[in-house]
């Protein structure tokens, strides 16, 4: 098993540009979850989705959409992206949403 | 919403020393608990974890975790802590019947040999 990948690894965007973050995992896993990773802050929700097709909000939303297809993809999209989401980006997946989350290795963007 | 307080964000300390690190969540029902390690570079890892039964957990690496109900806290320890235990420790609590995870804002732990 692969578990939670994510690409790219690196990503420096201009302010205004839109990309999409992409998150898979093949543990069939019905929970995924997107966070973002700022220095002293800890994690913080983007959003998650408890299966193919539903999706929520997190504590941190605005400027970010999410859609789940599939149970194994979960991608992020920016819309038009800020200095202010310059940040390290983690998808999360697990069994359910009580379960241990299994995190990937990240995405670290730069918006200029 | 639940959350969850973490204290000493720096901790420094030399090798075999004690680690204790605190864990306070507000949320009064039925919680599940964890704590989760970032090493430099990496990406997050279960360190351990509490849903129900004792409420001394053990995870890897020789650290533990007590779960007080009445305190609402669930504070990680360690008796004798080595250089490669130097990371980010972050706490999560996910609560009954909510859909979210969340985490404290982490302990960044420097172990100096």
Same mark, same amino acid.
């Given at each position: 098993? &692969?578990?939670? #990948?994510?690409?790219?690894?690196?990503?420096?965007?201009? #302010?205004?540009?839109?990309? #999409? /973050?992409?998150? &898979?995992?093949?543990?069939?896993?019905?929970?995924?979850?997107?966070?973002r990773q700022d220095p002293g802050m800890g994690l913080r929700?983007?959003?998650?989705?408890?299966?193919? =097709?539903? #999706?929520?909000?997190?504590?941190? !939303?605005?400027?970010?959409?999410?859609?789940?297809?599939?149970?194994?993809?979960? !991608?992020?999209? /920016? /819309?038009?992206? &800020?200095?202010?989401?310059t940040s390290v980006?983690?998808? &999360?997946?697990?069994?359910?949403?009580?379960?241990?989350?299994?995190? =990937?290795?990240?995405?670290?963007?730069?918006?200029? | 919403?639940?959350?969850?307080?973490?204290?000493?964000h720096h901790?420094?300390?030399?090798?075999?020393?004690?680690?204790?690190?605190?864990?306070?969540?507000?949320?009064?029902?039925?919680?599940?608990?964890?704590?989760?390690?970032?090493?430099?570079?990496?990406?997050?890892?279960?360190?351990?974890?509490?849903?129900?039964?004792?409420?001394?957990?053990?995870?890897?690496?020789?650290?533990?975790?007590?779960?007080?109900?009445?305190?609402?806290?669930?504070?990680?320890?360690?008796?004798?802590?080595?250089?490669?235990?130097?990371?980010e420790?972050?706490?999560?609590?996910?609560?009954?019947?909510?859909?979210?995870?969340?985490?404290?804002k982490g302990?960044q732990?420097?172990?100096?040999?």
């Amino acid at each position: 098993n &692969a578990g939670v #990948t994510q690409t790219p690894k690196f990503q420096v965007l201009k #302010t205004g540009q839109s990309m #999409t /973050l992409q998150c &898979a995992q093949d543990m069939n896993h019905e929970y995924m979850s997107w966070y973002r990773q700022d220095p002293g802050m800890g994690l913080r929700l983007i959003h998650y989705s408890v299966g193919a =097709g539903i #999706t929520d909000q997190g504590e941190v !939303p605005n400027g970010y959409n999410v859609s789940r297809s599939t149970t194994e993809d979960f !991608p992020l999209r /920016l /819309l038009s992206a &800020a200095p202010s989401q310059t940040s390290v980006y983690f998808c &999360a997946s697990s069994y359910s949403k009580e379960y241990e989350q299994f995190f =990937g290795p990240g995405t670290r963007l730069t918006v200029l | 919403a639940q959350s969850v307080s973490q204290h000493n964000h720096h901790v420094i300390l030399s090798e075999a020393a004690s680690l204790e690190l605190g864990c306070n969540y507000s949320y009064g029902g039925t919680v599940n608990l964890f704590w989760y390690v970032q090493y430099p570079g990496q990406h997050l890892q279960l360190l351990l974890k509490y849903f129900s039964g004792d409420p001394l957990v053990k995870g890897i690496k020789g650290f533990e975790a007590e779960f007080i109900k009445s305190k609402f806290s669930f504070n990680l320890r360690k008796p004798s802590v080595q250089w490669s235990d130097t990371a980010e420790y972050f706490c999560a609590v996910m609560a009954y019947g909510n859909n979210r995870l969340a985490f404290g804002k982490g302990n960044q732990v420097v172990v100096i040999p």
